[in-house]
């Protein structure tokens, strides 16, 4: 059985950083490209930053430049860094693996959580950014 299981989300303060971390078990990373998406209340999926396999990455414009994405290949776990955290970046935060990473960049409604060509999704975590 795949497993997915997001860590390091709760309250944050607004300027401190953000660190996500994503533990999968029953699957590798390193076959696959690896996604973290979030949903703030109200608002659409949007696809945060993603590493392929072969460790290409991709950032959102709205965290572009401070934010790192990487991935241990032993530990099996992908890991998202956000700097500086700023009120907008409150959200429930999925992890999602052996995805179709160039036909979901730029892609609309990306439903979080429950894209059916997503091969397997975290079950999320929430973060609340504070001021």
């Known amino acids: 059985e795949v497993e997915l299981v997001e860590s390091g989300g709760g309250a944050v303060q607004s300027g401190d950083p953000l660190i996500l971390s994503c533990s999968v078990s029953g699957f590798l990373i390193d076959h696959a490209d690896t996604a973290w998406f979030r949903q703030a209340p109200g608002a659409e999926c949007e696809l945060v930053s993603a590493i392929a396999s072969e460790g290409n990455t991709y950032y959102a414009d709205s965290v572009k430049g401070r934010s790192a994405i990487s991935q241990d290949k032993d530990a099996n776990t992908v890991t998202l860094l956000i700097h500086r955290v700023k009120p907008e970046d409150t959200a429930v935060y999925y992890c999602?693996?052996?995805?179709?990473?160039?036909?979901?960049?730029?892609?609309?409604?990306?439903?979080?959580?429950?894209?059916?060509?997503?091969?397997?999704w975290g079950a999320g975590t929430s973060v609340t950014v504070t001021s």
């Open positions: 999602a693996t052996a995805l179709p990473l160039d036909e979901i960049i730029g892609a609309k409604a990306l439903a979080c959580g429950r894209r059916s060509d997503v091969g397997y």
